[in-house]
T-cell receptor, first 111, second 117 residues
């Protein structure tokens, strides 16, 4: 089955810096790659996703890139703010299968 | 937020007792999932359902069973709870797969905090 590795497990940045979180997946048939943000005590919420027919997607300060050949995808957050502090999860799936998640990255943005 | 209700939200139970967590959706989505979340392990799939009476095992299914007798309800049962099953349990739902053959977005419920003492 699918296996998703996520790095780093913790990331500390200064406000205004950029943050990058990287994930690799094992099943070349996976074609859907979402990212979730989870604040303390809350449910995970989708922040951005990408499908295998595109290489990059942006939404304001957040972008995701996908390299199908290398089987890895990354989340980029620019101009980080304290409210970006949270746990971020990557995941992978294909039609008919459940999302398999990475173990998460705890992002801390200090002002 | 997607119409997903989990119950109970918090529960403390004793080792060896049966426990059932309920997930109810009002979105008429095809897929329903149960994940557990533990520090250092992220979100791990327990079981999922792709239709009424259609279920499959996930990464960590041992000690858990599920049932889906109606589209809107997905039950997770711990037949005999153990301390290792102390966790936060999230139900999630998603709609039909995309026409391009890729998966669809999943939406999470608020979670159920289970403590087994």
């Amino acid at each position: 089955g699918e296996n998703v590795e996520q790095h780093p497990s913790t990331l500390s940045v200064q406000e205004g810096d950029s943050a990058v979180i990287k994930c690799t997946y094992s099943d070349s048939a996976s074609n859907y790659f979402p990212w979730y943000k989870q604040e303390l005590g809350k449910r995970p919420q989708l922040i951005i996703d990408i499908r295998s027919n595109v290489g990059e997607k942006k939404d304001q300060r957040i972008a995701v890139t996908l390299n199908k050949t290398a089987k890895h995808f990354s989340l980029h957050i620019t101009e980080t703010q304290p409210e970006d502090s949270a746990v971020y999860f990557c995941a992978a799936s294909m039609a008919g299968t459940a999302l398999i998640f990475g173990k998460g990255t705890t992002l801390s943005v200090s002002s | 937020d997607a119409g997903i209700t989990q119950s109970p939200r918090h529960k403390v139970t004793e080792t060896g007792t049966p426990v059932t967590l309920r997930c109810h959706q009002t979105e008429n989505h095809r897929y329903m999932y149960w994940y557990r979340q533990d520090p250092g392990h992220g979100l791990r799939l327990i079981h999922y359902s792709y239709g009424v009476k259609d279920t499959d095992k996930g990464e960590v299914s041992d000690g858990y069973s599920v049932s889906r007798s109606k589209t809107e309800d997905f039950l997770l049962t711990l037949e005999s709870a153990t301390s290792s099953q102390t966790s936060v349990y999230f139900c999630a739902i998603s709609d039909l797969d995309m026409v391009d053959g890729s998966g669809n977005t999943i939406y999470f419920g608020e979670g159920s905090w289970l403590t087994v003492v």
